[in-house]
Structure formats: C-alpha cells, structure tokens
C-alpha cells in the first residue's frame, strides 16, 4: 500500500464555480471523494490538501518527510508558473511528485505554458479535467516500482 499526498494550490477550492468552461462543474470535494475511492480501491491511501498559500504548500510538503509519504500528486495552480520556492521544497523533500492540471496549460495563454514542476517531476498529466486526477492515481504503482 502506498500513501499518496494530493496537494492542491491556489483557487482549486474554487473549482465547480471558478470558470467551469475551463475546469469543469466538479467541486474540488466532488474530486476528493472519487480518487480517495478509485486509490482505496487501488490498495493506496490517499491524504488530500488544499491551500491558497505558498508558504503552507512548502510545509505540507515539508511534512511528507515525517507522514511517510511515498508519492505526491501536484496541482500547483497558479504556482505552477511562479514558485521557485515550493519548487525547492519538492526537490529537499526527494519524494518523487506526479504534476497535474485540470485543462491543458499548453492550450492556454503563453505564461501558462513553463511550469516550475515539470522538468523535476516523475510525469505531467494536463488537459483533462477531472480525470488528470485519476490517471495520476492510476500511475503510482509504475513510479513507484522503478
């Protein structure tokens, strides 16, 4: 069994009122729900977080050294394109991390498109709402194995 962090950034608490013509009608909680059920039924445990603030994204990931946490599965939001320091706290914490985004930020305006997570993290999953999620989920065991 592996235990996963899902770690949300910036206005993802937002999500099913926040532009749902670019992030969809499910709440964040709506997401919550269907990956801690699709990793259970997986074998995994699943931990999901949320906050609007860099500094308590870099605790929380932070905290994974002492959680034993051996994946985490990351929508940095908005810090996808400006956080050199959650950056960092990625890389001190050497837990291999899955980057995802619910709409496909190569599709959208030029600054979305260079991410500070993607060059360090183990896969980049984007585009497709929702289920960015699952097929994080659905991916661990092959990271994790190799």
């Known amino acids: 069994m592996s235990k996963i962090l899902i770690l949300n950034g910036p206005n993802l608490n937002?999500?099913?009122?926040?532009?749902?013509?670019?992030?969809?009608?499910?709440?964040?909680?709506?997401?919550?729900k269907e990956i801690s059920l699709l990793a259970t039924t997986l074998g995994h445990e699943v931990v999901c977080k949320q906050s609007n603030a860099e500094h308590e994204l870099i605790e929380m990931v932070h905290e994974t050294i002492e959680s034993s946490f051996d994946i985490i599965i990351l929508n940095p939001g908005g810090y996808t394109h400006t956080s050199i320091s959650l950056r960092d706290a990625l890389l001190s914490v050497d837990i291999p991390f899955i980057e995802v985004h619910l709409s496909n930020v190569h599709n959208r305006e030029n600054f979305r498109k260079h991410s500070y997570f993607s060059d360090i993290a183990k896969g980049t999953i984007c585009g497709f709402g929702k289920q960015s999620y699952e097929l994080a989920i659905q991916s661990v065991e092959n990271i994790l194995r190799k």
């Open 14 to 32: 937002l999500l099913g009122t926040r532009e749902p013509e670019v992030y969809g009608a499910s709440t964040l909680q709506d997401i919550n």
